[in-house]
């Protein structure tokens, strides 16, 4: 059986398997690296506002000649656009040349007040960032709902959310997200919130699939020897590894030939599956992908630290941190 090329969403859409990320592709690089992905048969693109390289995604799409009906659009809300969901679209909606996005997502599950030091990264005196401890994802949930409503977007879902915060989030939604985007890689398989997620009808998407910069995953013995029986690249086995288990998954690359070797899956048995699942539980479990919330946190629990409208796990997790 072959892996397939898309997944349907809640909303009965389809989103294609594969999608380009755009994180940290510089000025100068990402306008040339969409262009050439859209050239070369992909047809959905990851972006969010806080990139800081929209407008050059947007020239990139132009630049295709791929007309946007066949373009899956995804962006995200930045943490200091909480209180203002659709101003943040609409700067998106500008950059990249369109009138609707096919999916927006909250980038972070907690809000961040800009303030003289920064409109996207404020931080307090005692240089912590700013959050805004005060603040419920629901109520930034209720406006990403309003501008689904409005037809801006076909599709709203999250990040970076914990199964504390999509429950949290349950009490009150609407609308039940479409996707959940996080860290997502064989050293960091997410089984628990898969299911979770599954069994609410929410897509998963695979960031850093690659293990982004500076990977671990490429010199892992076991991955190494997969790619080699294959015969294709340790990214082809990430990349299909996701695929094959019925996640969304979004490799980054400026690099032509890797944009386009991206893009192949090839089929993995139920050993080679199983080899994978379980290399975290083996002792490789890791991040790769650790901002600084100036929490003890890693992952998005770091939502709960002092936040009095934290899920009441989280703020048990903050107690014991
Ligand atoms: N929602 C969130 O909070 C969040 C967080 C992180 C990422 N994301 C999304 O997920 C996307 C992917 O994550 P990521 O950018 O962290 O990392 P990634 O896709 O896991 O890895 C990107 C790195 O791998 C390299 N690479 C790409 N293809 C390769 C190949 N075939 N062989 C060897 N190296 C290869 C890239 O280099 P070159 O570019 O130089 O080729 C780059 O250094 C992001 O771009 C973004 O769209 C979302």
């Known amino acids: 059986m072959s892996a397939p090329t898309e997944f349907k969403l809640n909303t ?33 693109i990851d972006g969010a506002l806080v990139y800081g390289n929209e407008d050059e995604v947007g020239q990139g799409i132009k630049d295709s000649g791929v007309d946007r009906k066949d373009i899956f659009l995804t962006s ?3 943490c200091t656009f909480h209180d203002r969901v659709e101003e943040c679209l609409d700067k998106t909606l500008a950059s990249l040349q369109t009138d609707h996005l ?43 709902e309003a501008v689904l409503a409005k037809g801006k977007v076909k599709a709203i879902g999250v990040s970076n959310f914990s199964v504390l915060m999509l429950e949290d989030l349950k009490k009150k939604w609407k609308v039940v997200p479409a996707v ?4 997502l890689h064989p050293y960091c398989p997410q089984h628990e919130l898969k ?12 960031y850093s699939p690659l293990g982004s910069t500076s990977s671990p995953l490429h010199a ?18 990430l990349i299909s590894w996701s695929v094959c288990r019925g996640v969304v998954v979004l490799p980054k690359s400026v690099t032509p030939s890797r944009i386009e070797s991206n893009l ?4 993995l048995s139920k ?22 919330w100036g929490t003890d946190f890693g992952f998005s629990d770091w939502y709960g630290v002092g936040n009095k409208n934290a899920p009441e796990g989280a703020k048990l997790l903050a107690g014991k941190a």
């Open 220 to 237: 892992d013995a076991d991955l190494k020897a997969i790619a080699e029986k294959h015969g294709v690249s340790t990214s082809t086995i």
């Open 76 to 78: 995200k809300v930045w």
């Open 195 to 206: 299911k979770y997620c599954e069994d609410n009808g929410i897509l998963m998407q695979a």
């Open 271 to 292: 050993e080679e599956m199983a080899k994978l699942d379980g290399l975290a539980a083996a002792g490789k479990q890791q991040r790769v992908n650790t901002p600084n």
């Open 12 to 44: 009965g859409a389809t989103i294609p398997a594969i999608g380009l990320g755009t994180w940290q592709a510089k000025p100068g690089e990402v306008r040339g690296a969409v262009s050439h992905a859209l050239k070369s048969g992909y047809k959905h």
């Open 180 to 183: 959940n985007q996080v860290e």
């Open 102 to 144: 096919d999916l927006y997502l909250i980038h972070w599950g907690a809000r961040m007040i800009p303030n003289e030091t920064s409109g996207m990264f404020p931080l307090k005196p005692d240089g912590s960032r700013n959050m805004d401890f005060e603040w419920s994802q629901s109520q930034t949930w209720e406006q990403m």
């Open 264 to 267: 192949q899956v090839v089929t």
